[in-house]
């Protein structure tokens, strides 16, 4: 479809994510035989999360190319049927994804990979709500002399050395199937309007479950502007003025 439509559709290539030469091999494959726009990943693999450090070589080597990552949700094996009878897409695609992006936070892999555009799903899933007490909970915040835990104001240690909420604003999120006022509300809280991505999550959802909720946000035209065409053109220049 890229080769047929080149101006007008964009590619994410897939990443074997368990295989770290093979993974180096398909990123150069992809960005320089495929001219693929970018890579999606799963919100975890197997029993792992991104922050893992067996994949930070991965993360490195897309840093390096200055290259995009959509992250797709996935259930880690540790949450499968964790609640009979509850569909794994009423709330665990969204916590793992919340548990991805904190794993790549406390593990540093954020802050090693300055140049990877990170894209976060469904308007951050639960990290924008969350982000406060992700800060809060650091490892090496200070303790009072009562030993209990005292606020660490930018959530900083050696893994994140420019604070956690430096970190999490200059991710990008999509809202798809997440446009409701609510989590657009928390996502608009944490990060600027340059970061943020329309999308709609079709065909798993109907699209009016994104369009129909986003005129109940009262977003400003600049705003609009932004969300739906100009952020992506930022990322994605060679689709600019189509």
Same mark, same amino acid.
């Not at 109907?206 to 909720?213: G, Q, R």
């Given at each position: 479809?890229?080769?047929?439509?080149?101006?007008?559709?964009?590619? +994410?290539?897939?990443?074997?994510?368990?295989?770290?030469?093979?993974? =180096?091999?398909?990123?150069?494959?992809?960005?320089?035989?495929?001219?693929?726009?970018? +890579?999606?990943?799963?919100?975890?693999?197997?029993?792992?999360?991104?922050?893992?450090?067996?994949?930070?070589?991965? +993360?490195?080597?897309?840093?390096? /190319?200055?290259?995009?990552?959509?992250?797709? &949700?996935?259930?880690?094996?540790?949450?499968?049927?964790?609640? &009979?009878?509850?569909?794994?897409?009423?709330?665990?695609?969204?916590?793992?994804?919340?548990?991805?992006?904190?794993?790549?936070?406390?593990?540093?892999? =954020?802050?090693?990979?300055?140049?990877?555009?990170?894209?976060?799903?469904?308007?951050?899933?639960?990290?924008?709500?969350?982000?406060?007490?992700?800060?809060? /909970?650091?490892?090496?915040?200070? %303790?009072?002399? @009562?030993?209990? &835990?005292?606020?660490? %104001?930018?959530?900083?240690?050696?893994?994140?050395?420019?604070?956690? @909420? @430096?970190?999490?604003?200059?991710?990008?999120?999509?809202?798809?199937?997440?446009?409701?006022? +609510?989590?657009?509300?928390?996502?608009?809280? =944490?990060?600027?309007?340059?970061?943020?991505? @329309?999308?709609?999550?079709?065909?798993?959802?109907?699209?009016?479950?994104?369009?129909?909720?986003?005129?109940?946000?009262? =977003?400003?035209?600049?705003?609009? /502007?932004?969300?739906?065409?100009?952020?992506?053109? /930022?990322?994605? &220049?060679?689709?600019?003025?189509?």
């Amino acid at each position: 479809l890229v080769q047929k439509y080149p101006k007008r559709i964009g590619l +994410f290539a897939a990443i074997p994510m368990n295989n770290t030469d093979g993974a =180096l091999k398909e990123i150069e494959y992809a960005l320089d035989t495929l001219k693929a726009d970018g +890579f999606q990943i799963g919100s975890s693999t197997g029993d792992k999360w991104p922050g893992d450090p067996q994949y930070l070589p991965i +993360f490195q080597e897309i840093s390096r /190319r200055k290259a995009s990552v959509f992250v797709h &949700p996935y259930v880690n094996k540790c949450c499968k049927t964790l609640m &009979p009878g509850i569909p794994e897409s009423v709330v665990e695609y969204d916590f793992d994804t919340t548990r991805c992006i904190t794993s790549m936070l406390y593990n540093g892999t =954020l802050s090693a990979c300055p140049d990877m555009k990170l894209i976060v799903n469904h308007s951050g899933a639960a990290v924008p709500m969350l982000a406060g007490r992700i800060k809060d /909970r650091v490892p090496g915040a200070q %303790t009072s002399n @009562f030993g209990t &835990p005292k606020t660490n %104001t930018d959530g900083i240690n050696a893994k994140i050395p420019k604070g956690v @909420f @430096f970190e999490l604003r200059k991710l990008y999120y999509e809202c798809a199937h997440a446009a409701y006022p +609510f989590p657009l509300a928390a996502m608009m809280k =944490l990060a600027p309007p340059t970061q943020y991505l @329309f999308g709609t999550d079709y065909p798993a959802e109907p699209m009016e479950s994104t369009v129909d909720h986003l005129p109940e946000t009262d =977003l400003s035209p600049e705003i609009q /502007r932004a969300m739906n065409r100009e952020n992506a053109e /930022r990322l994605y &220049p060679r689709l600019k003025n189509l």
